[in-house]
């Protein structure tokens, strides 16, 4: 039996993404891609509901024999071994808390078949993806992050994350560091972006759209993409020197604004003696997606597994 398939899964803040997945070709069958709302607030009896059809809709369109299993690019804190989920104090998916979502998942579908569920930090999900399909495949040592509600980041060095050590930060991720007068995710993400705007300006926008939709013509916007991208290139050289990547890629909602700052971005970098590629997150969303899906790769698996626990 030729079980060359896995469904990769991807659980944002208000929604679930889910697709199969060609494990031998990493190719998204674009046909069985689902996406669904879910609201974070709701019992983890609904929330699951949703999840599980979600998933069963992607399953009803392939052979469910070919199927390896199921791969979640999970948000944490999370326990991405026993499949348990910790999430508190973020306003999302808090009811979850303690819920073993491997045996909810299970019971929910009625897995019989013996289908694995894992899971892997959304952020190294992501990064993977890429290292395997995307933008990174042709490196060996990558940085993938995104610049999107959140600053996600993950260290990768022959597709396997790099979560300890000298060369990376402590958790293998850079959101926590400090910086300025808080953290980096504060300032490298959608709020501080438009909370700078707020402060300038008193007003409040809706998003990295609305705000990009101005640069042309508002000095304070062109203003303030100059100084995200020179932040930027001033506070990642340091550790993609340190870490020796060979390539940048970026994704998540700013970077649809690229052309804003990107030149000042990678100015920075060079005067920093940064001399890594930089590329733009060409699978997007589906990055995470195949990140998640390439749990079921035996050898990646075995790779990864020491990992998990410090995701």
Not at 253 to 271: C, M, P, Q
Request: charged share 20%; glycine share 10%; aromatic share 10%.
């Amino acid at each position: 039996m030729n079980k060359n398939l896995a469904i990769g899964t991807d659980i944002g803040g208000s929604h679930i993404s889910c697709a199969a997945i060609d494990l031998v070709s990493g190719k998204v069958l674009e046909e069985t891609l689902t996406e669904r709302s879910v609201d974070n607030q709701a019992s983890a009896k609904d929330i699951i509901d949703g999840w599980s059809k979600a998933l069963k809709s992607v399953l009803d369109k392939v052979p469910v024999e070919n199927v390896k299993g199921i791969g979640f690019a999970m948000p944490g804190p999370f326990d991405y071994v026993k499949g348990i989920s910790y999430i508190r104090g973020v306003a999302k998916y808090e009811n979850l808390y303690g819920v073993n979502v491997t045996e909810a998942i299970s019971e929910n579908l009625g897995l019989k078949n013996g289908l694995l569920i894992r899971f892997m930090n959304d952020a190294s999900s992501f990064a993977v993806g890429e290292a395997w399909a995307g933008s990174a495949s042709k490196y060996d040592r990558s940085l993938s992050i995104t610049f999107g509600t959140g600053f996600g980041s993950a260290f990768i060095s022959n597709r396997i994350p790099i979560v300890d050590g000298p060369e990376v930060p402590k958790l293998g991720c850079i959101y926590h560091l400090p910086y300025k007068y808080g953290i980096a995710d504060d300032y490298f993400s959608t709020r501080g972006l438009l909370g700078r705007y707020k402060a300038q300006t008193g007003k409040e926008l809706s998003g990295v759209k609305e705000l990009a939709a101005l640069a042309s013509t508002d000095k304070i916007v062109m203003d303030l993409f100059t100084d995200f991208g020179d932040n930027a290139g001033l506070f990642l050289s340091t550790w993609l020197k340190k870490f020796n990547a060979e390539v940048l890629v970026i994704g998540g909602n700013i970077s649809h604004a690229y052309n804003l700052f990107g030149d000042v971005f990678e100015l920075r970098l060079k005067k920093e003696n940064c001399l890594c590629k930089v590329e733009l997150s060409k699978l997007k969303e589906n990055a995470a997606l195949l990140g998640s899906a390439y749990l079921l790769d035996d050898n990646f698996w075995k790779s990864v597994q020491h990992a998990l626990p410090l995701m």
